[in-house]
Each structure stands twice: as C-alpha cells, then as structure tokens.
C-alpha cells in the first residue's frame, strides 16, 4: 500500500489483507502500521486534516454498521432457510422411515395369517382324523367284546 501511494490505516491494511481490524492493532503489527503511517506523512497533521480525518471515520463506521447490519439480516434469512429446508428434510426422512416400517409389518402380518391359516387348517384335519380314530376305535373295541363274548360262549 506504501508503495502504491494507498493512504495507510489501521482500517485499509484490514480490508487489504482480508482480517479484522482488531488484528492491526495487535502488537507486532500495530508498530508496523505506525511507521508507515509516519513515513507516508511525517509531519503532524494539520487541524483541518484531523477533521476530515474524523469525518472520514465516522463516514467509514457508518458504512461498516450499515454493512453488519446486512450481514445479520442475510445471516438470519439463510438460518431461516437452512432451518426449514432441514425440517423438510427431516419430515421427508421419518416418512420414508415409516413407510418402510409399515411396508415391513404389513409383510409379517401376512405371513402370521398365512401361518395361522395354515395352522386351523391342519387343526381341522387333525381333529377329522381323531374322529376317525376314534370311530375306528370304538368299532374295534365292539368287535373285540363280541370276539370275546363268543369266545366265552362257545367254551
């Protein structure tokens, strides 16, 4: 900047370099900033200089809080929006999540009414084939007695 003929500040060297202006107040570079200050202009400023100087400042704050107050405001809208989309994302995420959820219970369902299906079937069976044994049983028993009854009376 010295070499450009840039009027040197604390303000200039921040903008510059792309850092915040506390940084050139910082020990080690404050004492650089100095003496360029004291090579770009070696004798003391006159008053009117000083006013124009402070009014430049005052110019240069108003600019920088009118700036952050912009940066708050697109700051803001983006959390906002960020905010939302994530909702968005979040809502879409448990949905799929669901869905999934219910497809899967849906498929278990039906395969426990296939198995309980399958399973009173093989219970009506079961029991036919019990009346049926036990129709079988109960005419061997009354064929036993009468081989037994004759069995005894022919003796």
Do not use: C, F
């Not at 704050?61 to 700051?75: C, G, H, M, P, V």
């Not at 069976?125 to 081989?147: C, F, K, N, W, Y």
């Amino acid at each position: 900047m010295e070499q450009q003929g840039k009027k040197i500040t604390h303000t200039a060297v921040a903008r510059t370099a792309g850092v915040s202006t506390w940084l050139t107040y910082t020990e080690g570079i404050r004492e650089h900033i100095e003496a360029a200050q004291q090579r770009q202009h070696p004798t003391t400023p006159s008053p009117a200089h000083t006013r124009s100087t402070a009014a430049a400042l005052r110019t240069e704050l108003e600019l920088a809080r009118q700036e952050i107050r912009t940066l708050r405001e697109d700051r803001d809208r983006m959390r906002q929006a960020i905010q939302h989309q994530l909702g968005q994302q979040l809502d879409a995420l448990d949905t799929r999540h669901l869905t999934a959820r219910v497809d899967e219970l849906t498929r278990t369902n039906q395969r426990l009414e296939d198995s309980l299906q399958q399973a009173t079937d093989d219970n009506h069976q079961l029991h036919a084939r019990v009346r049926s044994l036990e129709t079988d049983l109960a005419a061997a028993r009354t064929s036993l007695r009468r081989m037994i009854r004759e069995e005894n009376t022919n003796r």
